[in-house]
C-alpha cells in the first residue's frame, strides 16, 4: 500500500469537478429529521441511510470524499463489510468529524465551542488504522447584540489549529470549519466583517501550531445575509463578496475551499458556487462540502423505505451532479 502525502490527499480532495458530501450527522440528528417528516426511526434506520448515501454507484464521479460520523465507523453491513470499506469500495476518500459537538463556552454567554479534543490522538490513531485519510472539525460563531465576542473568536480558532494539528500528526488531511452562522437578522456586510475576523484570527492560529497550509483544507461559510434579515442579497453581491473576503485571508497555500451550506435552499447553495467559479479566477479550488443541500432531496425521497433505496440514491446523485457542474461554473438552472 503506497502511503499519500498530506499535499497528495488534499489535492485528490479536490480534484476538478467534485466535492465532498458530508454525512457526519449523528444518528439522533438522523432520526430527528425523519421525525419531522413523519417516519419513526428502527434500529437499523442510520446504518441503511450512510449505507444508500455511500454506495450510491458511481458517486465518484462527482464526490471525491466523504465525512462519516464516529457512530458510522462501527457500523457494517448485513454481510459484515464496514461503512469506511463501502465508501473506499466506491472509489472515494473516507473522512471523519471527531468533534463531539459544540458546547457552550464557559464564560460567554450565549456562545458556543467545538468540544472533542481529549484523547483524539489515540483516536486519529485509529482511524488513520482503518484507512480514513481526511477529518473535519467544525466551530459555529454566531452573530448577535454584542457577539461574537473576541474570546470565543480567539477560543474558537486556537481549537481548530489543535484540531489540525493532531490530524496531520497522524497524516490526516485537516479541514477546518470556522462557520459563520446563517441565523440572525444581521446584514451581509455584518457577515462580511466577522467571518473576515474569524478567517484572520484562525490562519494566524494555524500558523502559531505549526500546521502545514498544503495540506490542509479550508471549510468556509458563504458571506450572506442572516435568515432573519429583511434585505436579502441576490446571488452575485453573495459571489462577490465571497470570494473578496476570501481573497483577503485566505493564503494561497491552501489548493481547496469547500463551502458548507449552512441552511441555504438546495437550488440558492448551488447558484451561489456556481457564480462564484464563472466569474473569478482564484489562486484556489472552490467547491462543495454540503450536508443538508446534498441530502434533503434524498432523504424525502427514500423515508426509510427499502423500496426507495434507488430514488433516493437517484436524488442525491443528481444534486452531486448539479453542484459539480457549479464548481466549474457549468450550472443553469434549466439542467435542474
Ligand atoms: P451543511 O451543509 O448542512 O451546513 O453542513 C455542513 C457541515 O459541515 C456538516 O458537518
Redesign the pocket.
Known amino acids: 500500500m503506497t502511503t499519500l502525502t498530506l499535499e497528495e490527499i488534499a489535492q485528490q480532495l479536490i480534484t476538478p469537478e467534485k466535492g465532498i458530501l458530508?454525512a457526519?450527522?449523528p444518528s439522533w440528528h438522523l432520526a430527528e429529521r425523519l421525525e419531522a417528516l413523519n417516519q419513526p426511526i428502527q434500529e437499523n434506520t442510520y446504518r441503511d441511510w450512510c449505507h444508500l448515501l455511500f454506495s450510491t454507484p458511481d458517486l465518484s464521479a462527482h464526490v471525491s470524499g466523504i465525512?462519516m460520523h464516529p457512530e458510522a465507523v462501527d457500523l457494517a453491513t448485513d454481510d459484515g463489510k464496514s461503512l469506511v470499506d463501502v465508501i473506499r469500495d466506491h472509489d472515494i476518500i473516507a473522512g471523519i468529524?471527531p468533534s463531539t459537538g459544540l458546547v457552550p463556552l464557559a464564560g460567554a454567554d450565549g456562545e458556543v465551542i467545538g468540544a472533542g479534543l481529549d484523547g483524539l490522538r489515540e483516536r486519529f490513531a485509529t482511524y488513520a488504522k482503518l484507512g480514513i485519510r481526511f477529518s473535519?472539525w467544525?466551530t459555529a460563531i454566531r452573530i448577535g447584540e454584542n457577539i461574537p465576542s473576541a474570546y470565543a473568536i480567539d477560543a474558537n480558532a486556537y481549537t481548530l489549529a489543535q484540531f489540525a494539528a493532531l490530524s496531520q500528526e497522524a497524516g490526516i488531511v485537516p479541514i477546518v470549519?470556522p462557520?459563520v452562522e446563517l441565523l440572525g437578522n444581521h446584514t451581509i456586510e455584518r457577515c462580511f466583517e466577522v467571518t473576515e475576523w474569524l478567517l484572520n484570527r484562525t490562519f494566524d492560529a494555524l500558523y502559531q501550531h505549526g500546521v502545514q497550509l498544503e495540506g490542509t483544507l479550508l471549510?468556509a461559510?458563504m458571506v450572506v445575509s442572516g435568515a432573519d434579515c429583511p434585505t436579502q442579497a441576490d446571488v452575485e453581491t453573495v459571489a462577490d463578496l465571497t470570494v473578496k473576503v476570501l481573497r483577503r485571508t485566505v493564503p494561497p497555500a491552501i489548493r481547496g475551499i469547500v463551502?458548507?451550506?449552512?441552511?441555504?435552499t438546495d437550488l440558492k447553495?448551488t447558484a451561489h458556487l456556481n457564480a462564484m467559479n464563472a466569474n473569478t479566477t482564484n489562486p484556489w479550488a472552490m467547491t462543495?462540502?454540503?450536508?443538508?443541500?446534498?441530502?434533503r432531496a434524498p432523504l424525502a425521497a427514500w423515508l426509510g423505505n427499502a423500496q426507495a433505496v434507488t430514488q433516493g440514491q437517484a436524488a442525491l446523485k443528481h444534486r452531486a451532479n448539479m453542484n459539480a457542474l457549479a464548481s466549474v461554473g457549468r450550472w443553469s438552472t434549466d439542467l435542474e
Open positions: 458530508a457526519d450527522q465525512i468529524s473535519k467544525r470549519e462557520e471549510k461559510n463551502f458548507l451550506s449552512g441552511g441555504q447553495a462543495f462540502s454540503y450536508a443538508r443541500a446534498l441530502q
